[in-house]
């Protein structure tokens, strides 16, 4: 009986569309903040007169808003997935359970 259910869900289409759609848009963010950490740290390690430009009179340099912008597009991206989960995932899971109970 647990086989029945197991392959009558991996066959509802509902279930393939959630699980291609989540596989491929965690890709493009893996891959997206893989790009901009480490070229960030490549940065950090073979840019380093470009990041000690210092920024008008003060002390900071372009190197901190670089490193501060790393920061803020994770939490970007990390809202985006989980605004994305809460929509459209729910919804395709909510529509494969429903469609296991029958």
Do not use: C
């Amino acid at each position: 009986m647990h086989a029945d259910l197991v392959s009558r869900i991996a066959s509802d289409p509902n279930y393939q569309a959630l699980e291609a759609r989540r596989r491929r848009f965690g890709w493009v963010l893996t891959v997206l903040m893989l790009v901009v950490y480490y070229g960030f740290i490549l940065l950090v390690a073979f840019g380093k007169p470009f990041l000690s430009q210092p920024l008008g009179a003060g002390v900071t340099t372009i190197g901190i808003p670089i490193g501060l912008g790393v920061i803020v597009f994770t939490v970007l991206i990390t809202g985006l997935y989980v605004r994305r989960a809460n929509s459209e995932f729910d919804t395709l899971t909510e529509q494969v359970v429903e469609g296991a109970l029958k």
